[in-house]
C-alpha cells in the first residue's frame, strides 16, 4: 500500500506542473507531391546550370508550436510562444528549435508587447489582408526573393508591439536590433530594422499600411532600404477579391540609387467545401538603372482546396514566374535553383492536416 502511495504521488508531482502550466500543442503537417523546373535563363548557360523538370516531395511550410499564458490579474497576461518548421519529406535535413515566431511577452491594456524572434510589423500588416491566395505551398508569392511583400521578414533580435484594437483600427510597430555589428570596412555597420504598420477591419473589408527601414542591409549592394506597401481585401459571402501595391527605394553607397515597384490583385470562391483561388503580380522595373525594364518579373498563380474535414484539406495549385534577362525571382516557400532570365514554375498536388 505505500508504495503504491508513493507512487502516487511521485506522479502527482510530475503531472501538476504540466497541468498548471497551460501549455497548447499547435500547428500542421503538409506535403505534396510536384513537378518543378525552371529553365530559359539569360545568355550562354550550360544546361546542367538549369533547373531542368523533376518529380519532388514537397514540404509545405509544415510546423509545430507550443504557447501558453498566466493571467496576473488587472487585467494583464504573460504569455509565450515557440514554434518550429519541420521537414516531413527529408530525413536529412534538421529543424532547430524557434525557427518560426517565438517570443515572451506582456499583453493588458496597453496592447502587446513581445521580444524574441518575430514576423516584423510590416510583413503582420501585409500578411492579414490575405492576398497571397496559396501561401504556405510553392505557390507561396510572398516574401524574400519574390514578387510580393518583398520588404517584410521573419526577424531575429525582435521587439514588437500591437496597439489594442480601436473599433477595427490597430497600430503595430517593431525594432529588429543589429547585434553584430559587423565592420565595413574600419567603421560598423548597424543593420538594424524598423517596421510601422496600421490595420483595419471592418467586416468583409481588411486593410494594412505599412513602413519599413533596413539600415546597411548590403541587399543588391545597397545601403539603405525604404519600403512601403498598402494592401486591401474585401470579403462578401463565399467571395473574396483584393489587392495591393509595394514600393522599395534602395539607397546604393558608391554607386546609383533606384527604386522598384510590384502590385497584386487576388480573388478566392468557397463553394462549401470546394475553394477555387487565383492572383497575378507583377513586380516593375528599376528606376534609376541602366536596363530597367530586364530587371521585371511577374507571378501567376493558380489554386483549388477541398476541405476533406474542419482539420485535414487537399491542395492543389499551378504557378509560373516570368523573369526579365536580369531578374532572378523566386518561389518563396520551396525555391529552386534560379539564374537571371530562367522562369521558375510548378504544379502539384499536397495534402495538409492542422493540430
Not at 515572451?104 to 491566395?133: M, Q, S, T
Not at 463565399?238 to 522598384?260: F, H, I, N, P, S
Amino acid at each position: 500500500m505505500n508504495k503504491k502511495l508513493i507512487a502516487a504521488a511521485l506522479a502527482g508531482a510530475f503531472v501538476a506542473p504540466v497541468a498548471m502550466a497551460d501549455v497548447q500543442i499547435y500547428g500542421f503537417i503538409s506535403a505534396g507531391v510536384e513537378h518543378a523546373k525552371a529553365t530559359g535563363a539569360a545568355g550562354n548557360v550550360a544546361d546542367k546550370d538549369q533547373y531542368e523538370g523533376r518529380m519532388r516531395i514537397a514540404n509545405e511550410n509544415s510546423r509545430i508550436g507550443f504557447k501558453g499564458s498566466e493571467d496576473l490579474g488587472n487585467g494583464l497576461k504573460a504569455h509565450w510562444q515557440v514554434e518550429q518548421a519541420i521537414n516531413v519529406d527529408d530525413s536529412n535535413s534538421s529543424s532547430n528549435w524557434a525557427t518560426r515566431n517565438s517570443f515572451i511577452g506582456l499583453a493588458g491594456g496597453f496592447g502587446d508587447v513581445r521580444l524574441g524572434r518575430h514576423d516584423d510589423a510590416y510583413k503582420l500588416a501585409i500578411d492579414g489582408v490575405g492576398l497571397n491566395v496559396m501561401t504556405n505551398t510553392t505557390a507561396d508569392n510572398g516574401w524574400g526573393n519574390t514578387t510580393w511583400g518583398r520588404a517584410g521578414s521573419r526577424r531575429n533580435n525582435t521587439a514588437i508591439y500591437f496597439s489594442p484594437n480601436f473599433s477595427g483600427f490597430g497600430v503595430q510597430a517593431s525594432y529588429s536590433a543589429d547585434e553584430t555589428r559587423a565592420y565595413d570596412g574600419n567603421e560598423r555597420t548597424d543593420a538594424s530594422i524598423y517596421a510601422l504598420a496600421a490595420t483595419y477591419q471592418l467586416e468583409g473589408l481588411k486593410a494594412g499600411l505599412a513602413y519599413s527601414r533596413q539600415n546597411d542591409t548590403k541587399t543588391l549592394a545597397s545601403n539603405d532600404i525604404d519600403a512601403w506597401a498598402l494592401a486591401l481585401s474585401y470579403k462578401f459571402g463565399d467571395t473574396m477579391v483584393g489587392a495591393g501595391y509595394e514600393r522599395l527605394d534602395y539607397d546604393v553607397k558608391g554607386g546609383q540609387d533606384y527604386d522598384q515597384a510590384s502590385w497584386t490583385i487576388a480573388a478566392a470562391q468557397q463553394f462549401g467545401a470546394f475553394g477555387l483561388k487565383a492572383s497575378y503580380t507583377q513586380l516593375g522595373k528599376a528606376k534609376g538603372l541602366a536596363d530597367a525594364d530586364k530587371y521585371k518579373a511577374n507571378q501567376w498563380v493558380l489554386g483549388a482546396t477541398y476541405d476533406l474535414s474542419k482539420r485535414t484539406q487537399v491542395l492543389a495549385y499551378a504557378t509560373r514566374i516570368d523573369n526579365k534577362d536580369k531578374a532572378a525571382v523566386n518561389f518563396g516557400v520551396n525555391p529552386v535553383t534560379v539564374k537571371a532570365g530562367s522562369n521558375p514554375q510548378a504544379v502539384g498536388v499536397a495534402l495538409k492536416h492542422s493540430f
